[in-house]
């Protein structure tokens, strides 16, 4: 999980922790290719979780 803490002067949630990037999934698409298309759309980073295994 990758967390960023909200900008001081932003009007709403100021400097409170929050997700970096999130959504649901698209029809057809597992929660594996959510992530990665997530991650893409708001960090721009690349991401492979194929070799990822949760535990």
Known sequence: ML????????KTWSGLWDMSAGDSALM????YMAAERE???EL????????????
């Open 44 to 55: 721009g980073i690349q991401l492979s979780l194929k070799d990822i295994r949760l535990f």
């Open 3 to 10: 967390i960023q803490q909200r900008f001081k002067k932003r």
């Open 28 to 31: 057809k698409e597992t929660s």
């Open 39 to 41: 991650v893409y759309e």
